[in-house]
């Protein structure tokens, strides 16, 4: 449930709301925006039993939330959440825009794809130091090193790193390297790795299950924010379908309908719905233009020698003329690059 | 297959070429573009065997098409192909822009639509006279009356009508009323229907499937193609798929797969796809920056009172918005509205 | 809703309730079983407001139907519904055995299979006069032919025919060779075919769509009894889903939600589901274990050679081996073959 | 890659070919069955060029396998592999029976269940500790003390235990008290997880994901297995498709493909599947006709009070039943219970 204040109301009375709360044995949960101002209740609502809250000074009333989720849902912090990474606000009026390659391979490849990507207009490098890979005979990356060379090709280019963690042992050595951990389309169900996560406070990207319902992707997200980190970007790659013209089919309507029912900023991958280069602009224009707060995009130097989805990866001209398009698209909506 | 032809030839060559499969037994179906001059062979092509095309004048190469469909591949026609209605090309630079309300409920109701959606931009009014309804229980439609009113409304207003048959001996009427007629979802492998919208030669919208492949929508064209009726435009109207948040799950991806394997154009109906109608507008937009030649949207003078899919029809008011930001995306991509 | 009459009512009682239901304007379902009799009332249920149905005599109570078929429900025919074709019960204690090559292909190999599938145990001869094919080049069916081969095989053979109709204007030629004619799964939302297949009285085989609900499939049984015809036999032949091991996906559990929504038999078609004659006999054996009412199963007299659907008919030995193991599966569980 | 010996073949045949492959440095997997000896090859194939395996004594063929799974293909072992627990054959003629409530909820509780299935005739005790629940405020199991209640339980009855372990930091202390550890749909591309469970030796259970196909299943098994560990047991419980009468849809054709590609022993969970009391018994009765191996069912003796997934539990006597019905098909095919 949120209580929804007054417009009119100072900050007196909402102490006092989060007072009666607390006395209850209730957590309060206080968002100011600049027009509205809610305090979210959290715990065991039935010892509210009795109390007026609707009849306090200051509230305006009382809203049951009627999903599973509290602390990530719209009614909790309705001016939507951003989220900031060193320096850089996901979630505001300037799209966020990640890319790199797929893994880390290289000390030379990361360094090159991360001058392209930077020089065309990314914030964010990203690459795979531990690929989830479906056979275990697969090339499984770089690992530790992995992180070591995102971290060195980011400082030489002023950007900032991204990678997923596989495994909640490897959260403390990856947070020393990255900025941003991502938690894999496989893993957002892996509910001890998203704990920990919650627990460490960096910022998250949470992927969204391969075939994972919005509700299920927002239950996922309050996992992280339950345990006090409400650094969590949304991010919808596709889901699987009977279709397979594409790797998944990309689901733009996932972009209104968690605004709608989230407070949590939501990126665009339109490499791994795509699986083929030549889909993916599309892809990533239709993901801006339905509202997205941003993309993250595979990018190597070179793809056709690219060790893992290399019939998806960008070149680094092809990412410059995407960015390019998907700028002049957001400037239409609103928005900037 | 298709033969290409080198960009210097002459009309010499090309008769030659058409004579030679006319000998045995093949048809040829010329395609002459800005760029790019094919001929489609068509055909049982173990006639052709011991003939070397490729070695005549004016010929480049010789193309297998890898799809059961031949006419409505994008080898066939690689530059394109457009659809005119009434005057107005379908697949050009120009969007185009159909709406109307989900079903003819009166003259009052399909006038004030029409006046509305004319005055936002609109080139088309679509509206159901003939209903399929899940249930048999639920309403029907206003049936032949429908399209008359529809035919009243447009001409009062300079559109052009287009609506559903849902059978093939509607076709004959319908087609005195209607500039286009429309094959529904339900009914995209009534193959009876196909061939005889085929041989009446009247301008088509063909949706996909609920559940049907790019593949098999293409066949479905070719259904119609094959008997002589190029004027074939699909429409994505979204797939089923496990995701219960929206109606049906709009496949944008649908647009560069189709630009890649048809030359066909294709339009997006983000209304069936949503289901709700504050969804709307994010996919029609989605669809425009993928690469859609326009949208098809259910607006109604007001929805509250609908007798069908109440809850996913615009106002008048927010198609209007909904048409000047689509026109600011298409804009910023080299199309115009 | 349906009025439940108590266990001891009578004539009288019984045609008190009709005589009031008729003269409102309702209509009225009388189905009497060996353990309830129930009325169904049909039509605009405001009418009823006022009477007190459930303080007459002989009512114990009223039950409303929540689903939007009442006909097709298993309220309305509690006991369940057989289908009588040609002295054949589906839907009692013995199973059904359809079975035949998925096309009719020439007179001998129709006689052939029948003879083999007769031999087997099977009481119905299926095969494909008119075919519906994904593409217009592929083989089309032998037609109207088709149904003449099937009639004259079947009566050689003491068989009872089944074939598919795909279009309303074919139901008359087909209803004089066929003793029930099939719906096929991309028709069953034809709904013209569906009223036309109704009003024609014959017994039809309903398959369920590519990717129909539950409830769309007994929406559309409700469009074919609602003109009168209550001969309906339900046909569930896999669903569309990502896995692609299988031509389709057979929902198994189609069977138990159907006896607790409806009143009406239901049979499994595991060629299509499988796609492989391989993986036939495992579905159709969960199918028969799973409580279905039979089996429609492709058999041809050489697989290797069928024109169409070559990869899942079975050879007649194998038919005759799966009857038998069907048959120990349904003496397991108290039915017969 | 494997080798297939001759059925005439000596031991010194045998070890030859051994001999050859660890001198090229690759593995050899020996799998001498009733009927087949087969030598799989592992690691690099390259480096058996110019070799001619073919021509040695002994060997019959050689053939590739074309799967990314080696280990679990069916190539590696085609008499099919079993795993023994505890004394009890899984994958041979006797079905494995293995029944539990949902979740551990307190010593009365899973006593009384164990009590209850073991007199029904099953021979594992299932009971969740750690609970994977989609929303973070639902209950999470009783964890450890789970773990230690399930097996005094199985001590007391003569079962032995099986349940689902979350991370791989619970390995060993699940592997303390439970003989059997499974793997949940939500954590079957867990890798991290699968190694690990690979490495301890321990007997697995490995459920197939919600929207995984079967090659990736497959796959997945291929991560425990190339730890060593060949005690593994697959679980089919349902894929996510659009219908939404079922919680999930039971895919029987898993049975029959997995045995096609595969070695692996398999069960059908009905329980997850149907995902309602009243559809488990016929999903059971299905999954035991279609070929597999066992099955996993949730069985509570008092389902209306159960903490999770009250509606799929069945109780004490409807698992009875339920037993005895699948005995019979189960004897119908010629297996036992």
């Known amino acids: 449930m949120v209580i929804v204040m007054k417009k009119s109301c100072n900050r007196q009375e909402i102490d006092a709301v989060i007072a009666v709360l607390e006395r209850c044995g209730m957590g309060a949960n206080l968002s100011t925006g600049a027009q509205t101002t809610v305090i979210g209740v959290l715990g065991d609502k039935t010892k509210l039993e009795g109390l007026n809250l609707e009849l306090m000074d200051g509230v305006e009333k009382c809203v049951p939330i009627m999903h599973s989720y509290k602390l ?23 799209l966020c825009m990640m890319a790199g390659p797929c893994a880390v391979e290289s000390e030379e490849q990361v360094l090159e794809a991360a001058q392209g990507v930077r020089a065309a207009g990314a914030g964010f ?4 130091a531990y690929k989830p890979r479906t056979s275990p005979y697969a090339f499984q990356g770089m690992e530790d090193e992995g992180y ?27 947070g020393k390297y990255c900025d941003m951990l991502q938690v894999g389309a496989r893993n957002m169900q ?19 299950g391969i075939a994972s319902t919005v509700e299920e ?3 996922a ?51 791994h719905a795509a699986g083929k280069a ?21 990018v190597h130097p070179n793809p056709k020698v690219a060790m893992s989805d290399a019939a998806q990866q960008l070149t680094i001209p092809d990412y410059g003329r995407l960015v390019q398009r998907a700028g002049a698209v957001a400037q239409a909506l609103g928005r900037t690059l």
């Not at 490098?125 to 795979?128: V, Y």
């Open 72 to 94: 990530a849902s719209h009614e909790m912090c309705p001016e939507g959440r951003t989220v900031t990474v060193g320096g850089e606000v996901i979630g505001g009026k300037k």
């Open 125 to 128: 490098l990203r690459g795979g």
């Open 148 to 174: 070591r060379l995102l971290r060195r090709a980011a400082d030489a280019t002023g950007l900032k790193v991204i990678s997923e963690v596989v495994s909640h042992d490897q959260i403390d050595l990856a």
């Open 190 to 208: 892996n509910f001890r790795l998203l704990r920990e996560i919650g627990k460490s406070g960096i910022p998250v990207l949470l992927k969204r």
């Open 217 to 219: 992707w927002l239950d």
């Open 221 to 271: 997200a309050e996992y992280i924010m339950s345990e006090g980190n409400y650094n969590v970007v949304l991010c919808e790659r596709g889901i699987r379908t009977f279709e397979t013209a594409t790797r998944n089919t990309l689901d733009v309507s996932a972009v209104p309908v968690v605004r709608e029912r989230s407070s949590l900023p939501v990126l665009i991958d339109p490499s």
């Open 278 to 298: 030549r889909y993916v602009e599309p892809l990533a224009l239709a993901g801006i233009a339905a509202g997205a707060d941003g993309l993250i995009i595979e």
